[in-house]
């Protein structure tokens, strides 16, 4: 059975980093909620994936009818040690397919398709899944799985963290839906903030710990308070710096922030920084700092420099997004070849002084409207 082999080789592997089940069906339910047909006729590649051991091809292979999917196209990477036949090592579904020729020297990437029932047990899940080879080794900016790409509605994965920046240049280019992890600092690249704050791509249903960990190879070090092995000898690794982006729509992104005014911050707040002391303007930035997404003034009507961390919580009926600073940092670090003069001008200052404690910044004012 194609799920149990799913299920068993998914144990076999160890050089990959998946997503956990449980946080995808999670995120996924966010967009459902909002729009119950969201993926209805719709067809989803999973590129930079592996079908064999992903819960991203799991997930969707199982909710296929559910969801109402058009068609489910899952592709994974064929790394070149693993082109040549004697490291290669057949996996469950290659050892399982009566076609399989072990005698070939090639192995390349592989495509897995859903779209119609071939078990005649009158329904669509993981055991439809058709399996072939691709004729490369799947690589995502292949010609091969370009074409896969513009044949899709919606694109869903975890990509390699490396590559994230070309890998989102490659999606964002076919104009197509998404959703994808990244890293929170991905908030700041020249490739994602600008289509942030044009509201072409927004931050997903969770992030940080919303996202509750994520399976690591064996060879993988477990350190840290989250660092964890579950009932099923999986390795856990949490992380608090993971998010999803994407273009789907999800209620929460419209729900305003509740806040209070900058009297009743400075009196009431949780935040130490906050309470009993006034808001600090910046020296280089027509802005005040405020350091926490809670403490941003209701009646403020000015620009504010907030955390990053902001945009989850980012409402474009409440705020506007003007721009993004770079972090503070040591100046003793500066190479030589940035003047002084160069280094204030991109920094953020309060009261004349450089914030060597302060990170990146996201400039926002209040919709008009908004401010009470």
């Keep these: 059975m194609a799920y149990e082999n799913l299920t068993k080789a998914k144990t076999a592997k160890n050089d990959e980093f998946y997503t956990q089940y449980h946080d995808i069906e999670k995120e996924i339910n ?34 296929f009818e559910r969801f109402g999917l058009k068609k489910l ?3 994974s990477y064929a790394p070149e040690s693993k082109n040549l036949k004697n490291n290669y090592q057949p996996t469950l579904f290659e ?12 192995i390349n990437g592989k495509i897995f398709t859903l779209t119609k029932d071939t078990t005649g047990d009158g329904k669509i899940d993981v055991n439809d899944l058709e399996w072939k080879y691709l004729e490369g080794d799947g690589d995502f900016r292949s ?13 869903i994965t975890n990509p390699p963290f490396s590559l994230f920046r070309e890998f989102l240049n490659w999606i964002i ?39 509750s960990g994520f399976v690591v190879p064996e060879t993988y070090e477990l350190y840290g308070t989250e660092a964890r092995i579950d009932d099923k000898g999986n390795r856990i690794v949490s992380t608090n710096n993971a998010l999803w982006l994407t273009n789907l729509e999800h209620g929460r992104r419209h729900q305003p922030l509740k806040l209070m005014t900058m009297a009743d911050n400075i009196k009431f707040s949780k935040h130490k920084e906050v309470r009993g002391n ?36 980012y409402c474009p009926e409440q705020f506007i997004i003007l721009s993004c600073n770079e972090p503070c940092i040591d100046l003793e670090s500066l190479k ?36 009470n």
Excluded at 34 to 45: M, P, Q, R
Excluded at 143 to 155: Q, V
Aim: charged share 30%.
């Design 173 to 211: 280019e076919s104009e197509k839906k998404i959703l994808i992890i990244g890293n929170i600092n991905s908030i700041t690249y020249k490739e994602v903030f600008p289509r942030i704050k044009e509201n072409k791509i927004w931050l997903g249903n969770g992030m940080g710990r919303w996202i």
């Design 73 to 75: 196209i899952s592709t």
């Design 278 to 313: 006034e808001y600090k303007k910046y020296f280089n930035h027509d802005a005040i700092e405020v350091p926490f997404t809670d403490a941003i003034p209701s009646d403020y009507g000015g620009i504010m420099g907030v955390p990053i961390s902001f945009l989850d919580k």
């Design 30 to 63: 966010a967009y459902l909620e909002f729009d119950a047909n969201v993926f209805e006729g719709k067809t989803i590649l999973l590129p930079c994936d592996d079908p064999e051991w992903s819960n991203f091809t799991k997930f969707f292979a199982q909710n």
């Design 95 to 106: 050892l399982n397919d009566p076609q399989f020729d072990k005698t070939k020297t090639i």
């Design 143 to 155: 010609n091969e799985i370009k074409k896969l790409r513009d044949e899709a509605d919606i694109i």
């Design 336 to 371: 030589q070849s940035i003047t002084f003069k160069e280094y204030k001008s991109r920094q953020i200052m309060v009261d004349g002084k450089l914030c060597q404690k302060t990170y990146h910044r996201v400039f926002i004012r209040h919709n008009q409207d908004t401010i």
